[in-house]
């Protein structure tokens, strides 16, 4: 495919619909996206990655109980007020770029948890037929640039589908989709096959898909079929499996560190690092753990 024939990204699927069962009971009531890594909710570090990525319209594929993650990107007038009325010049400009762009938050709902691919199915009318990007908020890219950002330079390249994948101990292939390729020592590296959850011993890499997807509007077509996978769920995986004979389909190495945001552990680490790497509480965090050694 030629560069001019290649379709931009505008559009980012988030799938909120989770119910954060790992971080009970402070997921009772709050939304688990809403769980804050240093200043911001974990939706809103997503937001910002597919912001900064050049990302138009973003799609929450959303359900029950969800409605503070709209709140959370709409404009409050009261407390831009408050804000105005006390001076508070840099908190005021943190609260106006949590704000969505008018026009530009679009919500769908998944009403029963059938998988990650049967939520992003969910999103095919809103989505229509162009490429799209999906972010899972569970999953921090922490880098010198926007993960999402290096996807789509490489996109601008390559056109058709891409995944960013990261090294996993052997032993926890179990715990994501896997790659298969043929070059896995390149940064960018050709898709060959991907297997979701492999059963322990039979993964055909250690290299895991991260939760960053660009994909072709053709994945909705495999998601249709609404079979089922890995744990009885509809894989996002398994559809896209399916795209790699008739679509060029890459993996890319995210220059960088990912956190899972989604698991107890994973989200105090990532509390640690972007707290370490706030210029105003960066070197208090940095004496702070000293304590703990
Ligand atoms: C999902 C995907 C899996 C991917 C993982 C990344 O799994 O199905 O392919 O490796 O996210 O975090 P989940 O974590 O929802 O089980």
Redesign the pocket.
Known sequence: MSSKEICPVRKAVFPVAGLGTRFLPATKVMPKEMLPINDRPLIQHVFEEAREAGIEDFIFVTGRQKEMLEEHFDYQPELEKTLESRNKTDMLKKVRDSEMPAGRLFLTRQPRPLG?GHAIWCAAKLVGNEPFAVL?P??LMKGPEACLKQMTDVYNKTGGNIIAVEEVPDEETY???ILDTDNPDDEIMKVKNLV?KPEPGTAPSNM????RYILQPEIFKHLSAFETGAGGEI???DAMAKLIDGESFHAMRFNGKSY?S?SRLGFIEANIAYGLSDPEIGEGVKELLKQYK
């Open positions: 990650l899972l569970d999953v715990k994501y989709g979701e895991s898909v991260v939760g894989q996002l995986t899972d989604g």
